[in-house]
């Protein structure tokens, strides 16, 4: 388990296929960092993500593109999934999340991702 406040670069993985789906996983260190998260953005590549902790709901306001939203546990199982947001839309408070990985859109559409699931962010 990576510490969150390990510096360099990360990595997000799905253990049960094996599947890289964010080869450079971005976290703000800051409560401004962490409240901007991807506002104002053009996009989101393909193999990019955010990590924001802790996060327990999100909001899609000032955002220029959909994105898959994957709230983790504090052991980094899956909580809930919302795939492919589209700007101006907010996920209210998701009870037992610490945090939440967002993705771009349909990043985890063929995953099958259910409660409980866990992910690892590893060192890159």
Known sequence: MVDMSARGPLRLRHPRSGRVLAERLVVPRSFVG????LMFRRALEPGQ?????PC????MFFMNF?????????QRQVVRV????KPWRMVPIVFGAHSVLELPADTVADL???RGEPLAIESA
């Open 34 to 37: 962490r409240g901007l998260g």
């Open 49 to 53: 993500g955010m990590w924001i902790a």
């Open 56 to 59: 327990k709901s999100i909001h």
């Open 66 to 74: 959909a994105i898959d939203a994957v709230f983790l546990d504090r």
């Open 82 to 85: 919302c795939r492919h947001l």
């Open 112 to 114: 099958g991702l259910q």
